[in-house]
């Protein structure tokens, strides 16, 4: 089990960026699969990017190109750096991390993006 916690969201234009941050209560090193979800008002939750802990990496279709998924191990953090940002990105973002035998999410925090 680990304890995650979100930071980063906010308010932000369209075009500009905004850096999520998973802090872990411990280290993520060896995590099997740390990736981060998102949920719009109304719609499902889906995944937008993940990160295995031998580095291969996945992007949903609407952010592959703008969005990027990194972790520092020894920061014990997940980092989701989001760029040219639209407003269909506004939802909840949460972090999660799965080692196969847990499956651990923080409390979210919201992104929002204005036309």
């Known amino acids: 089990q680990v304890q995650l916690m979100e930071s980063g969201g906010g308010l932000v234009q369209a075009g500009g960026s905004l850096r999520l941050s998973c802090a872990a209560s411990r280290s993520i090193f060896s995590i099997n699969r740390m990736a981060w979800y998102r949920q719009a008002s109304g719609k499902q939750r889906e995944l937008v990017a993940s990160i295995t802990s031998g580095g291969s990496t996945n992007y949903a279709d609407s952010v592959r190109g703008r969005f990027t998924i990194s972790r520092d191990n020894g920061k014990k953090t997940l980092y989701l750096q989001m760029n040219s940002l639209k407003p269909e990105d506004t939802a909840v973002y949460y972090c999660?991390?799965?080692?196969?035998?847990?499956?651990?999410w923080g409390q979210g925090t919201q992104v929002t993006v204005s036309s």
């Open positions: 999660n991390g799965n080692s196969g035998i847990f499956d651990s």
